[in-house]
C-alpha cells in the first residue's frame, strides 16, 4: 500500500508559477513510477507528466512540455511538478499517483491516488 498526499497548489496569475509536491508513505517509494494528472471541471482526467523510478526518464504531455517539470527525491518519498508559464488552461486538480510500471499514460492504469490539490490559473 501506497498513501500519497499532495500539496502546493493555489491561485495564480497567468505567467506564474507553482510547484506541487506529493509526499509518499511506505519504505518502497523507489519501486513506483510516479505521475501527476489533472482534472478540470466537466473534463476526464488527464495525464501531465511521469517520472521512472530512479527518475532517468521522464515522458510529458505536449500540453505542458517545455513549461513544466516532473522530479523525484527517493531519500525524500517525494515527487515535485515545478510549472511554469502557467496558463488559464491548466485549471484543475492536480493528482499524484503511483504505478509499478513504466509507459502508462491512463489513469486507470495508476494503482494509487492523492486526494489531489487545486491549481487555479486567472488571466
Known amino acids: 500500500q501506497v498513501q500519497l498526499v499532495e500539496s502546493g497548489g493555489g491561485l495564480v496569475q497567468a505567467g506564474g508559477s507553482l510547484r506541487l509536491s506529493c509526499v509518499a508513505s511506505g519504505r518502497t517509494f523507489s519501486s513506483y513510477v510516479m505521475a501527476w494528472f489533472r482534472q478540470a471541471p466537466g473534463k476526464e482526467r488527464e495525464f501531465v507528466a511521469a517520472i521512472s523510478w530512479r527518475g532517468g526518464s521522464t515522458d510529458y504531455a505536449d500540453s505542458v512540455k517545455g513549461r513544466f517539470t516532473i522530479s523525484r527525491d527517493n531519500a525524500k518519498n517525494t515527487v515535485y511538478l515545478q510549472m511554469n508559464s502557467l496558463k488559464p488552461e491548466d485549471t484543475a486538480v492536480y493528482y499524484c499517483?503511483?504505478?509499478?510500471?513504466?509507459?502508462?499514460?491512463?489513469?486507470?492504469?495508476?494503482?494509487?491516488w492523492g486526494q489531489g490539490t487545486q491549481v487555479t490559473v486567472s488571466s
Open positions: 499517483a503511483a504505478a509499478m510500471t513504466w509507459g502508462k499514460r491512463l489513469h486507470d492504469e495508476y494503482d494509487y
